[in-house]
């Protein structure tokens, strides 16, 4: 059961870590809570089954279309609904959950509620002490490792890697230096659309889609960025590993375990808050004002 634990607390805490982090950089550079985020991861899903099971395209190649899809219909989203209004953090809550819930209903008359799936990209397993271990789950595990490293890449060793950081840091004396902030923001909007659409593309063959997929990562991925400390993605990234396995020491240990998981991610948001309204790695709040 140990392994057990340890192999689904890693899967779930990979998708967490790239929703989340995608999540606190839009957060981080232009204070945007964009609620619609996990829909994005949904849209992506199902984007990959319409490809693969209704058009016959091979999967690998739907994920991509996927991505950058839905990267650019994100974008498309934030110019005409986000980006008027994103002076207002009240409007932009408000718009932003009005979008998902209408991509979700979108999705409910396209695809109806039927509970749908995409087959696996590699098919088997290995034993590892008596534990199943899909190849499929070592292909999702390796390639959150491949983004996130890339992530890591273009904000540290990058210009513009550079400018999303500054932003992020103090908006004000970005703008003074000669950075464009509202380029900044709807690059790093792209960035972050695209990795809820990555979650979506490499988690599809192991979920089940229905217009509803969107919910539960968004309360895990709230969860996570409290915990860790709203804008912070070393925040972000422990948190939702901390988060994962809660999530399959509840789901193995506890009985209905499956139906508390999000209970206990909001109970331990709750805590956090009640402790450390800031998070493991967040700003304090006297700091920040």
């Known amino acids: 059961m140990l392994l057990d634990i340890i192999v689904s607390g890693l899967i779930s805490g990979s998708i967490y870590a790239l929703l989340a982090i995608g999540f606190s950089l839009i957060f981080g550079v232009a204070r945007i809570v964009n609620i619609a985020h996990t829909a994005f991861y949904m849209v992506a899903a199902y984007c990959i089954y319409f490809g693969a099971q209704k058009l016959g395209f091979h999967p690998v190649w739907c ?6 899809l839905v990267t650019v219909f994100g974008l498309i989203c934030y ?3 986000i980006d008027p209004i994103r002076e207002h953090e009240a409007a932009v809550l408000i718009a932003t959950i009005a979008l998902a ?25 290995f034993l590892f002490f008596g534990v199943k271990v899909f190849y499929q789950q070592l292909l999702v595990f390796a390639a959150v490792v491949l983004i996130l490293a890339a992530l890591w890449l273009l904000l540290m060793k990058t210009r513009m890697g550079i400018a999303i950081r500054c932003v992020a840091d103090d908006r004000e004396v970005a703008n003074l230096m000669g950075i464009n902030e509202s380029r900044v923001a709807m690059i790093t909007m792209g960035i972050s659309v695209a990795m809820a659409a990555l979650a979506g593309a490499i988690i599809v063959p192991l979920a089940t889609l229905n217009p509803l997929m969107w919910m539960h990562p968004l309360i895990m991925t709230m969860a996570v960025v409290v915990l860790g400390g709203l804008g912070s993605i070393k925040g972000s990234l422990l948190g939702a590993y901390i988060l994962g396995f809660t999530e399959a020491l509840v789901v193995f240990l506890a009985p209905g375990g499956a139906f508390l998981k999000n209970a206990v991610a909001l109970s331990i948001m709750i805590l956090v808050l009640l402790i450390r309204p800031e998070g493991l790695f967040g700003v304090s709040f006297e700091e920040e004002r």
Not at 106 to 122: D, K
């Open 63 to 68: 994920m991509l279309a996927a991505v950058v």
């Open 101 to 125: 819930m209408a991509l979700q209903e979108i999705m409910l008359n396209v695809f109806t509620g039927t509970f749908l799936s995409v087959p696996s990209l590699i098919k088997g397993y």
């Open 79 to 81: 110019k005409l609904f």
